[in-house]
């Protein structure tokens, strides 16, 4: 047997033990960027309710955080497939 083939077998068979621990893996990741969002809410509505001729600026920040934030769990989605 050639020396690939064996190293192809092993690589099949330890894929098979970490099969799983993709979803586990993008769980652990979406934590981090639900509470980032959540954070960032939380102080955008702060921010509007002490000045409210601001609330359309904040708002516009806000939503960039979001979509920043919400970036870090694509990343999380992606790594857990290629890992």
Request: aromatic share 8%; proline share 2%; charged share 15%.
């Amino acid at each position: 047997m050639s020396v690939s083939l064996q190293a192809a077998e092993v690589l099949a068979q330890e894929a098979e033990k970490v099969k799983g621990y993709g979803a586990i893996g993008y769980g652990l990741a979406a934590i981090g960027p639900g509470i980032g969002v959540g954070i960032v809410v939380g102080k955008a509505i702060e921010g509007m309710v002490r000045q409210p001729e601001m609330a359309g600026q904040v708002r516009t920040t806000m939503f960039l955080g979001i979509a920043f934030t919400e970036a870090l769990a694509l990343i999380g989605l992606v790594a857990g497939f290629i890992f």
